[in-house]
């Protein structure tokens, strides 16, 4: 049984910052890419960030210079560093393991965890304050 298990979240201010974990198990973590959604209040299921089994990054353009993805197979677990937090950043985060729909992590989503679709973790909040 896939299992994904995300903390880290909390409450920072505006400026701080947070590392969220995601610990995997019940599938070859090595082999998988890995991903990271986030979902505010009436917004639709964002991706964040991704990160292939080679190592290859992306970035949606609202993070990009301010999170790292980066994974340690040796534990299982891919984390999100997210620096220089913004308000817009709070969201409910989620982590995924392999592309949830139809095989691309780019398909739109208005719900994160869709029912029978893809694996995902139960999710962390992150609120930033202002």
């Known amino acids: 049984e896939v299992q994904l298990e995300e903390s880290g979240g909390g409450s920072v201010q505006a400026g701080g910052s947070l590392r969220l974990s995601c610990t995997a198990s019940g599938f070859a973590f090595d082999d998988s890419d890995m991903g990271w959604y986030r979902q505010a209040p009436g917004n639709d299921c964002d991706l964040v960030s991704t990160?292939?089994?080679?190592?290859?990054?992306w970035y949606a353009d609202s993070v990009k210079g301010r999170f790292t993805i980066s994974q340690d197979n040796a534990k299982n677990t891919v984390y999100l560093q997210m620096n220089s937090l913004k308000p817009e950043d709070t969201a409910v985060y989620y982590c995924?393991?392999?592309?949830?729909?139809?095989?691309?992590?780019?398909?739109?989503?208005?719900?994160?965890?869709?029912?029978?679709?893809?694996?995902w973790g139960q999710g962390t909040q992150v609120t930033v304050s202002s």
């Open positions: 990160i292939s089994n080679d190592g290859s990054t």
């Open positions: 995924a393991a392999d592309p949830p729909k139809l095989g691309s992590w780019y398909l739109p989503l208005t719900i994160c965890r869709p029912p029978g679709l893809g694996n």
